[in-house]
Every structure is written in structure tokens, then in C-alpha cells.
């Protein structure tokens, strides 16, 4: 994971803690157990970056949801 990705993730992180009003420690809690970081934001970084903050929050909550985790 380069400097780029990283700070991606934890921005996602928080994006999605603020959406789901759950701490972010929580979130990042469900998203590395369904191996969303490593499947998901951090494989297909060039082109997520570029799509709305909203648009990839619902694309992780469809990625959880395909895996049984509620959000």
C-alpha cells in the first residue's frame, strides 16, 4: 500500500463512520474482517479516487452487505 492508497482508505474510513454514525475503529473493524480494504479500496484505488465520496461509500456498503454484515 503506497501513500496515496493509505490516506484513500482512511478517508474512506471516516466517510463511512459519519454516514453509519459508528465510531471509525468500528468500521474499519468490519471492513478489514470482510477484506474489503484489501479487495476493494486499496486493488481498485485508480478508480475509485476518482468517483464521488458518496458513490464509493454506497459501493462498500453493497460489498458488506453481498458479504452478510450490516452496516
Given amino acids: 500500500m503506497n501513500k496515496d492508497s ?3 482508505v482512511v478517508y474512506m ?6 454516514k453509519w454514525s ?6 474499519y473493524k468490519k471492513l ?3 477484506g474489503c480494504i484489501g479487495n476493494l479500496l486499496i486493488p ?5 479516487h476518482t468517483q464521488g465520496t458518496a458513490f464509493i461509500v454506497s459501493d462498500i456498503e453493497d460489498y458488506l452487505t453481498a ?4 452496516v
Avoid at 481498485?44 to 475509485?48: E, F, T
Avoid at 458479504?67 to 450490516?70: E, H, M, N
Fill in 6 to 8: 493509505f490516506e484513500f
Fill in 13 to 18: 474510513l471516516h466517510a463511512c463512520a459519519d
Fill in 22 to 27: 459508528q465510531l471509525p475503529s468500528a468500521v
Fill in 32 to 34: 478489514k474482517e470482510s
Fill in 44 to 48: 481498485y484505488y485508480d478508480i475509485l
Fill in 67 to 70: 458479504r452478510g454484515i450490516s
